[in-house]
Structures are given as C-alpha cells and as structure tokens.
C-alpha cells in the first residue's frame, strides 16, 4: 500500500454532488479522506422565472444565450421536465438556432449531451474570459440570456454586455445551501490547524465562502497555511486569492477531477521530496 502515491496522505474534500467520485480518486492513490461536503446544490424554490426564461428561449426571444456551467443547463432542462414537459423539445431546437457561449468545458459539455455545441468558447473559464472573448463582437441590439452562477447576479458580465447595447435577461436555476452542520466544518478548521490534513480540494466557489463564514478570517488563513490547497479551476483560484490564498496547486489545464487529482498527486509528492 505504502507504493501508492497518496499513502499517508490525508485530503480534505468539501465537494458535494460528485463527493464518492472525488473521493474514490484519491483513495484508489492510497489517500485517507475527510468528508465535509460544504454545499448542497438545489433546484431554484420558484420554478416560474425558470419556465419563463425557458418559454423565450423555445420562442427565439434570445439571439445569444451565455452558459456559465453545465449544473445550470442540466437544472434547467429537469425543471422543464418537472414542471413543463412540452417545452423542452422547442428549447433544443431554438438552442440550436441561437449563438451559444460557454464559460469552461462543463457547460460545453452538457450542450453536448444534447447534440450541440458551443459557438463561442471562452479561453479562460472565468466571468472575465467570458467578456474577453465577446469584447471584439458587434452586441448592438443583441438580445441576451445569460445562466447564472448559482444566484451570483454577475454585475461585470450583465453590465458588460448591456454597455455594448445588448438587451439582458439572467435566470438562476438553481441554488448553493449548508450541506453540513457548523460544527463539522468548525472541527475540519482545527483538524487543519493541528496539521492533521495534508490537502483540501476545493471544487467551487461556494465552498470556500462556506469555509470563511464559518470562523474569523485569520483563524482559517491560519488553518489553510499548514494545508496544501487545491483549486479545481481558475474561477476558484481567483475566490482563494481575493480572501488571501496566494499558495494553492490547480491543473495546467483541463478542470475536472481527475487533473485535479493528479495536480494534488504530483504536489503532494514534491513536497515530501
């Protein structure tokens, strides 16, 4: 066992919906790990704003429609399917005929699952890759459906796209909730304090606002200072650096679980060369 490249090691993962997937990763690489789902992702409690997003899409009322992640394309077709059954065949088709923008491979992928595929891809899967990639593009009287990150309104991109004269109409399907009591994530701090956790992985963003509610800052910059960290993508990175976080490992380039295993197996290593 002690050939395993992870032996020893003990990783802190604060994913929730594919938790056993991450989990199963590293364990197979000889890794103990700490469970503490910090978020749950649910379906928007009002399901209307929902349909009625969905309703002008099927209509043709979007000329673009922008992507943030692929939970926000899944959400909306269960909500269809939920709620409004007929609907969702008109949304394929119209989601065809639109321009589509995606922000990193997993909403690229999710259109995938349905056939299509992203006209626009942004290079940097971020808010700010997102404009970059639309900045040279003629938007004037262009109308635009944008999918949310979680409820995050998302000022930069909505006032982005409606100072180059485009028309905005956002929609949240779904939303971030505690998965675990206080004192779950309060005694994961002080496992990290006390050195007992080699790694945490973070896998959104979510999840490290959870992490920061949950004690005075300095307690868990402190916490996180005798911890390797690990971003699964630069959305996250950017969450890390804004509370602090300049030392973290993420992948070069593909932002999944299993690069992100492999970034956390390849760090890990280097530090105990």
Sequence with gaps: MDTQPLAGRTIAVPESREIELFAAMLERRGATVVRCPMVAIRDAPDPEPVLDWSRRVAAGGFDDLVFLTG????????????????LREPVIRALASARKITRGPKPARALRELGLKADIAAERPTTEGVIASLRGLDLRGRRCGVQLYGTEPNRPLVDFLQDAGASVSTVAPYVYADAVDDQAVANLIERMKSGAIDAIAFTSTPQVERLFAAAPVEEIKSALGRTLV??????????????????????????????????LEDALRAERR
């Design 71 to 86: 939970e926000g394309i899944h959400r909306i077709l269960s909500c269809i399917e939920s709620h409004e059954p007929a």
């Design 230 to 263: 690990a971003a699964i993508g630069p959305v996250v990175e950017e969450t890390l650096h804004r509370h602090g976080v300049q030392s973290l490992v993420m992948p070069e380039a593909a932002f999944f679980l299993k690069p992100l295993t492999t970034a």
